[in-house]
């Protein structure tokens, strides 16, 4: 599960202050956070992940509060339990697709045993195990973003947060995308967490939050 309580960030002294208000997503339930393009949206996500540190609040996933954490400590954790799908896929290009699926298993400790044959069996479930050996770039966009699920599955965590995945999808596009998050989300029993402007998605999940955060002045 995941939980934030009072979270306040500041990009810089001169900006203004970023106050969140409280989400709650369990273990195997999904959340929706809503809001118009430039309010906050992946800024939350970032906190969530731990990619970002709070001015002040916390962020607890699986128990965890990430505010206790050293920075090695922090990456190994969200190695271990917590799954990211950009906007924009990050792939290291100068590594295959299945190379860049082991990343996480570095990052966590975990290593690498057993780890080919789960990468080749999530790709293949995903429609693109004969993408495996191809370097990101030789993907399509669908297919980069396909993998980009797959990486952030991989290790089957506690929390998968998905920034924007349906923002320059059709609607076809949009059903298929969505549903393979559930549905893998589903899978290893993940908290969802799904950040967009997307107005198609509103109704989607009960547990939505629009954010419209308070800003304040330094």
Known sequence: MIATENLTF???P?????R????????????????????????????????LRPATGTVTVAGTVLGG????????FRGAEVGIVFQRAHFVQSLTVL???????????????????????????????????????????GEQQRAGIARALIHSPSVLLADEPTSALDDRSTERVIALLESEADRVGAALVVVTHDTRLKDRYANRVTLNPVMEQA
């Open 20 to 51: 969140f208000p409280d989400v709650v997503c369990a273990a195997g339930d999904r959340l929706l956070l809503l809001g118009d393009s430039g309010c906050g949206k992946t800024t939350l996500l970032h906190l969530m992940s731990g990619l």
């Open 14 to 18: 001169e900006t203004p202050m970023l």
């Open 99 to 141: 190379q860049n699926l082991a990343l996480p298993g570095f990052l966590s400790g975990k290593g690498t045993e057993g780890g080919e044959e789960r990468a080749r069996a999530m790709l293949e479930r995903l429609g693109i195990g004969e993408k495996a050996d191809k370097r990101p770039r030789d993907l399509s966009i």
């Open 69 to 76: 954490l050293t920075g090695r400590e922090l990456d190994r």
């Open 10 to 12: 500041q990009y810089a």
